[in-house]
C-alpha cells in the first residue's frame, strides 16, 4: 500500500502562485508514475500535470506554460509548481501515484483562486 499526503493548497489572487507537494510512503517501491488531477464542482476529475520516473512530463493544455511539475524519486516526493492561476484553476487537487498496476489517490487539496 501507498499512502499520499498532499500539502501547499489554499486561496490566491489570479495572477498569484501556489506550489503543491506530495509525499509517498509505505510501499514506495515500484512506484514509477507520480502526479496531479484536479476536479472543479459539477466537473469530471481531470489529469493536470504528471511525470514518470525517467523524468518525461505530461501537462493539460490548459496549464502548459503555467504549471511545472518536478519530482524527487529518491524521496517519493512529487511538486506542483502553479504560477498565473486563473479563476477557472478552482479545484480540488488530488495527488496521483502509480504503482506496479495499481493507482493511488491522495484526500485532494482545495485551490481556490479569487478574480
Known amino acids: 500500500q501507498v499512502q499520499l499526503m498532499e500539502s501547499g493548497g489554499g486561496l490566491v489572487q489570479a495572477g498569484g502562485s501556489l506550489r503543491l507537494s506530495c509525499a509517498a510512503s509505505g510501499s514506495n517501491f515500484g512506484i514509477n508514475t507520480m502526479g496531479w488531477y484536479r476536479q472543479a464542482p459539477v466537473a469530471q476529475r481531470e489529469l493536470v500535470a504528471n511525470i514518470n520516473r525517467g523524468g518525461n512530463t505530461n501537462y493539460a493544455d490548459s496549464v502548459k506554460g503555467r504549471f511545472t511539475i518536478s519530482r524527487d524519486s529518491a524521496k517519493y516526493t512529487a511538486a506542483l509548481q502553479m504560477n498565473s492561476l486563473k479563476p477557472e484553476d478552482t479545484a480540488v487537487y488530488y495527488c496521483?501515484?502509480?504503482?506496479?498496476?495499481?493507482?493511488?489517490w491522495g484526500q485532494g487539496t482545495q485551490v481556490t483562486v479569487s478574480s
Open positions: 496521483n501515484v502509480m504503482r506496479l498496476g495499481t493507482t493511488y
